[in-house]
């Protein structure tokens, strides 16, 4: 069965710290994988995606992930923490038969 | 264009009735999913529609609930005598799910449930 770890259910960084939040996949084979913000208050919106390709992938809002197939792990970063990137955060794996698994999320909080 | 709607918004009802959640998907769109979210919990899945397949009802936590998605597009997802456990967002969310990696879901504004 598919499932997806995201380490940390709350991380607080500094305003332009790091930002680096985890995720780790378990499958036989390799999923396709996304992130998903979800503000305050708001609905939940791709932040980015892995398909095929490039194992390093940009998002919006200066977010990236990188792909890391044998260390089965998907994690975001970000250089500067900005104070509207305060939100939950979640990791998520499609298989080719489209199942989709969430991870727990994780809240960032950005101090001033 | 027109995202993923749900109605209603808000629903409050007593322990033991029967509640009716709709998702309208985004036009074209051959997946639909149904999750719920709990306060400070992630998305629990619930079930998949995939084109005219059989759902995947693998994540329905009992059998007080059930969907159904009518014509390859509106769903709706009953619960029938609710529970205080059962309060909770549903979320809708649907995807083209073409293949080449088009998994992409895009989701509604929930239903939140309280059951009183």
């Known amino acids: 069965a598919q499932s997806v770890t995201q380490l940390g259910s709350h991380v607080s960084v500094s305003e332009g710290a790091l930002v680096l939040l985890r995720c780790n996949y378990s499958s036989s084979v390799p999923p396709y994988l996304f992130w998903y913000v979800q503000y305050p208050n708001q609905g939940l919106q791709l932040l980015l995606k892995?398909?095929?390709?490039?194992?390093l992938v940009k998002g919006i809002n200066g977010f990236e992930a990188e792909f890391k197939k044998s260390e089965t792990s998907f994690h975001l970063t970000k250089p500067s923490a900005h104070m509207s990137d305060a939100a939950e955060y979640f990791c998520?794996?499609?298989?080719?038969?489209?199942?989709?698994?969430f991870g727990d999320g994780t809240t960032l909080t950005v101090k001033p | 264009g027109a995202g993923v709607s749900q109605s209603p918004s808000n629903k409050v009802t007593e322990k033991g009735k029967d509640v009716e959640l709709r998702c309208d998907p985004i036009?074209?769109?051959?997946?639909l999913y149904w999750y719920r979210q709990s306060l400070g919990q992630g998305l629990e899945f619930l079930i998949y529609?995939?084109?005219?397949?059989?759902?995947?009802k693998s994540g329905l936590p009992s059998d007080r609930f059930s969907a159904e998605r009518t014509g390859g597009s509106v769903s709706t997802l009953t619960i029938q005598r609710t529970q205080q456990e059962d309060s909770a967002v549903y979320l809708c969310a649907s995807s083209s799910n073409l293949g080449q990696g088009d998994y992409e879901q895009y989701f509604g504004p929930g239903t939140r449930l309280t059951v009183t």
């Open positions: 998520a794996a499609v298989t080719n038969a489209g199942k989709s698994t």
């Open positions: 036009s074209g769109h051959t997946a």
């Open positions: 892995y398909t095929t390709g490039a194992t």
């Open positions: 529609f995939q084109g005219n397949s059989a759902p995947d």
